[in-house]
């Protein structure tokens, strides 16, 4: 079956960066648009950005733009997400999904499959 398993997250002071990785099985990874998303307590699932299945185009919300890049290996089946400048308002739980839709891709209900999520907190 589909699995998608995000690692990378913990606990983190403010101004550090981090690198999220999602490692894909089950599934036919290059031919996906690979997205992430994160949901903050008490907030909606929010996009942050996906990346092409050929990796050659990517697209971030306005809010992560300049600070969150998202890289992709088709050999080795994973994406990352590279997160940098991280704010307490960073805090919440990341993860990563597929869609077979064409890039961009903005919307939740348009990815299939969705790793667990990881954590990451950002203290003050």
Not at 13 to 30: I, K, N, P, T
Not at 54 to 80: L, Q
Not at 82 to 92: F, H, I, R, S, W
Request: with cysteine.
């Amino acid at each position: 079956q589909v699995q998608l398993v995000e690692s990378g997250g913990g606990l983190v002071q403010a101004g550090d960066s981090v690198r999220l990785s999602c490692s894909a099985s089950g599934l036919a990874f290059s031919k996906y648009t690979m997205g992430w998303f994160r949901e903050a307590p008490g907030k909606e699932r929010a996009f942050l950005g996906c990346i092409s299945w050929s990796g050659g185009r990517t697209h971030y919300a306005d809010s992560v733009k300049g600070r969150f890049t998202i890289t992709r290996n088709n050999p080795k089946n994973t994406v990352d997400l590279q997160m940098n400048t991280l704010t307490p308002e960073d805090t919440a739980v990341y993860y990563c999904a597929a869609t077979t839709q064409n890039a961009p891709v903005y919307v939740s209900n348009a990815y299939v499959y969705w790793g667990q999520g990881t954590q990451v907190t950002v203290s003050s």
